[in-house]
């Protein structure tokens, strides 16, 4: 397939509002493609190179920004050639980094059209609208391999991913669907929680459940088949390596063949209270001398779901279930605390809640998860079986651009343009801070944001909107110099979230209330 297909179709579905003409004109295009195709197809129309990082900066893109580079005639680039070319782009390295980066991305641009080059261009410096695009897109493969959507993204969910799922059912229709099953050893991507204001209100809505602590830590999803252990975050990374408590605790279960769901914190030795969540992270991202750091910060692996044991599924069992057998394979302090609510009608038992939470704070956690006892696990869905409730308004908001320090902070990217996601898969800034923010972490954002540069006119650098941060704030409150005409009161950043990617950042209807 050649990219002047992909360029046409993406800038008409960026044309049309309506959802079902977006998924027909996608369901076309995979009909037109190859199977092997489809994984690129994808990537490319959500604006995600499938190299990942492939250290092309603004440094390098300002020199082909059309008209720099005369077009191609007639369209000629195909989806494989544009692969290869970042596949090479990728393992550039070395002396002379620079001007092979310079060299390749010059060809690349000759053999483009005009078309091609400003999908290139936005592709490179991540300006394609993404997010909403993956749901499309699987709507428009399932449409095109006639399958129903529901079953593909419970295979996706599965398998971690759509492009590999994408590919079968094309090729092979339905009967690939078969394929995708959870299978202990394969990871799949976690289940999500929406927010209630308060307990009373998170029991009112979901009846029977039990309220968990909500452990500020590092999401991990262990895999055991016989003596090999896996642990994955959240975004389906293996980082077995970093933590051999986590291993070790799930070689002493009695059960050689499961997958537990759950968060690794560090108790304070002293007070047996948590340790911060910036503490944590630095812990499980430290990856030379894994020793050292397990002896200056042990990990304490908690968990509060299980998705097979036995060998045997559970996910579609209700969530009393899968508990039952959680409390079988493990003892308390290595599953979370928690308070069943049988009969929600009863206010001393919502009181009892109530009080639950309270004392969960005090004990230094985030907040509790309240969960329906009869609910399934949904993977990869933020189900409305699981609230989450937090002492303060927080919100996930994606960096567009930082400006420059000064003063103290000259050298380093400070200020952070935030955006919220819009409901066809753009960013509406809703305002800036650099409150929060401490030595530690505008360091850590200097060098992240520097590798996602794509543009800087000296003052402020735009960069790919990728990087989530996690938001406190007071309140909203009208604005006009913002394009939603709100902004944030007394915003200020709490961490990064780079295991979160910036399609599940919130949108400006669920932070106004009007989803
Ligand atoms: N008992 C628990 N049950 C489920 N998740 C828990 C629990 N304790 C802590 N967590 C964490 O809370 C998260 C659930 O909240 P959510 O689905 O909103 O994800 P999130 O956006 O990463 O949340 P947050 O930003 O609030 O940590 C999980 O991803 C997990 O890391």
Redesign the pocket.
């Known amino acids: 397939m050649l990219l002047a297909r992909v360029a046409e179709v993406s800038r008409e579905v960026a044309a049309t509002s309506a959802r079902s003409r977006k998924i027909g004109l996608l369901a076309e295009l995979f009909a037109e493609a190859v199977p092997e195709e489809s994984p690129l197809v994808i990537a490319y129309l959500a604006g995600r190179l499938p190299q990942g990082r492939i250290g092309v900066g603004w440094s390098v893109l300002k020199n082909v920004v059309p008209p720099a580079v005369p077009p191609a005639e007639a369209p000629g680039l195909t989806l494989a050639r544009v692969d290869t070319a970042l596949a090479e782009l990728a393992a550039v390295s070395g002396a002379g980094a620079r001007a092979e980066r310079d060299r390749l991305v010059r060809s690349l641009f000759t053999a483009a059209t005009q078309d091609e080059q400003e999908l290139l261009l936005r592709l490179l410096s991540g300006d394609v609208r993404q997010g909403a695009l993956d749901a499309i897109a699987l709507e428009g493969v399932a449409k095109a391999a006639t399958v129903p959507a529901a079953e593909l993204r419970r295979a996706v969910m599965l398998e971690g991913s759509l492009p590999p799922v994408a590919q079968a059912v094309l090729a092979e229709g339905a009967t690939a669907l078969d394929r995708f099953t959870l299978r202990v050893g394969s990871p799949v991507q976690?289940?999500?929680?929406?927010?209630a204001a308060s307990v009373t209100e998170a029991i009112a809505a979901l009846g029977a459940c039990a309220v968990?602590?909500?452990?500020?830590?590092?999401?991990v999803q262990v895999h055991r088949i016989g003596d090999d252990v896996r642990v994955h975050t959240?975004s389906l990374d293996d980082i077995t390596d970093r933590l051999p408590e986590v291993v070790a605790t799930a070689r002493a279960v009695p059960s050689d063949a499961f997958i537990l769901?759950?968060?690794v914190i560090a108790l304070d030795p002293g007070t047996g209270r948590p340790v911060s969540f910036q503490s944590i992270a630095a812990r499980v991202g430290s990856r030379t001398d894994v020793a050292g750091a397990r002896a200056a910060l042990p990990l304490t692996p908690?968990f509060?779901?299980v998705l097979a044991a036995d060998a045997e599924s559970l996910i579609d069992r209700p969530g009393r279930d899968r508990h039952a057998v959680l409390a079988r394979l493990l003892p308390e302090p290595h599953r979370?605390r928690?308070l069943v609510v049988t009969d929600p009608a009863d206010p001393a038992r919502v009181e009892e809640a109530e009080r639950f939470f309270t004392e969960t704070l005090e004990r230094g956690h985030?907040?509790?998860?309240v969960?329906a006892l009869d609910a399934p696990y949904v993977a990869g869905r933020?189900g409305r079986t699981?609230l989450?409730v937090?002492p303060v308004h927080?919100v996930?908001l994606v960096v567009l651009a930082v400006e420059r320090g000064h003063g103290r902070r000259t050298g380093l990217l400070s200020n952070l343009h935030l955006g919220a996601r819009t409901e066809d898969g753009g960013f509406v800034m809703l305002g800036k801070t650099f409150k929060g923010l401490t030595d530690e972490m505008l360091r850590w954002q200097t060098e992240r944001l520097g590798e996602l540069a794509v543009a800087d006119d000296g003052f402020t650098v735009r960069v790919r909107p990728e990087l989530v941060v996690?938001i406190a704030y007071d309140g909203l409150q009208a604005s006009t110099r913002y394009p939603a005409g709100i902004t944030l009161r007394f915003a200020r950043v709490l961490r990064h979230?780079p295991?979160?990617p910036a399609s599940?950042a919130d949108t400006v209807g669920a932070i106004t209330g009007q989803r």
């Open positions: 976690p289940m999500l929680a929406h927010t968990e602590e909500k452990l500020d830590g590092i999401r959240r769901d759950g968060e908690v509060f779901d979370v928690r985030e907040g509790v998860l969960k933020r699981w989450k937090k927080t996930d996690e979230r295991d979160k599940e």
